[in-house]
Structure formats: C-alpha cells, structure tokens
C-alpha cells in the first residue's frame, strides 16, 4: 500500500473518531451586535438568508460566533455596540470555523482549543435555532 493511501486511511479513521466523540455534544458560544438585532435574536431565534449581507458585510447565511464572551464585546464594540447574545446548545454540527477568522483550523482544533485554553475559537451556525437557544449575556 502506498503511503499517500495509508495518510488517507489514517485521515478518515481520525475523523471518524472525532465524529464519535462529539456525537450529541454542544456548544455554548457568543455572538457580539447591537441592541436591536439582539432583541431580534432573543424574540425570533436566526437563520440564514440569502440576500444582501450581515453586519459588517459579512454573509448572511452564518451566524458569526465565539467561545469567549469578551471577544463578542469586542467585535459589538467595532460596530459602536455593547450587546453580546449567548447561544446555548447548538449541535456541533450547525457549526463550520470561521472562514475569514479560523481558515485553515479545523472543527477538532477549535473544539481541543476551547477545551484547553481560553483563548477564543471563532465558528460561524450554518443552520437555524429557534429563540430558545439565545438569551442576552451581561459582559
């Protein structure tokens, strides 16, 4: 057998035992805005859209979020906002990393990174949660 193969082989067995581990696991995680779309979040709950673009021109179709409360302040503060929502119970498998903010890091990197450190880990929900998932989050 070919060593690119084996590397195959060892890549699908490693994804396989990471999708094991993180059956039925969720996240709690931070999304940083302003007061009204907060609001929004905590009444109506989010999905995705496929017109226009999100705050701070980024594409409606994700929820950008993090691990860390304080990192959402702080991307609420680059819009001249202080609301951060809290998502709690989002099945792993809503989530992608961060396109702009995570490219290159995987799903099991961000999730050894939250577990191991407290330097925030940046995902963006691809599909919809109702409002009982958000609530608002004093930093």
Known sequence: MSEDIRKMIDKVKSFNQF????????????????????????????????IGYGGNMGNPNYLYLTSEPEDALWFAEEKGCNTVIEITNIPIDYLRPDPEDEAGFTMKELLDRIDSSRFPSKFILTKPLDNSHFKSYNV
């Open 19 to 50: 999708i094991n581990e993180n059956v039925g696991r969720t996240l709690t995680l931070y999304h940083g805005t302003c007061e009204g779309n907060g609001k929004n979040l905590i009444e109506n709950g989010w999905k995705p859209i496929n």
